[in-house]
């Protein structure tokens, strides 16, 4: 999926996510979902942390609206981003992503901003 970008889009009153590139909408977030790693894996899993999404009748991802989606969008584009530097985003990461929050030039995830309670090692 690394050759199109995530796009979001309307149909009837919900709004999905989907990959995208010049032949139109291609699979959408949350549909043929398998924990293998892959950037379709790591944007999904971003994006259900955003808004309250339903699974369609299709499988797929599903948000009520369209500051919701956009947000949630955001949050999975993070994700891929992070895992073609093969560096997972953290959680609050990808949540003030979805909020507006930029990055700054130069800012990666370090291994250890995963880690929670004991696992994180002290600096």
Avoid: C
Wanted: hydrophobic share 40%.
């Amino acid at each position: 999926m690394s050759d199109m970008k995530l796009e979001w889009f309307e149909q009837g009153y919900d709004f999905f996510i989907a990959w995208f590139d010049n032949d139109g909408p291609g699979l959408a977030l949350g549909e043929d979902i398998k924990n293998d790693g892959s950037d379709h894996f790591a944007a999904t899993q971003a994006a259900k942390m955003i808004g309250d999404p339903t699974k369609g009748r299709l499988g797929r991802l599903e948000w009520e609206s369209e500051s919701s989606v956009k947000r949630a969008l955001a949050a999975a584009r993070a994700a891929v981003k992070a895992w073609q530097d093969k560096l997972p985003m953290p959680d609050w990461a990808l949540k003030a992503t979805s909020e507006g929050w930029r990055p700054p030039r130069g800012w990666k995830p370090r291994v250890n901003d995963n880690l929670v309670g004991s696992d994180r090692k002290k600096p």
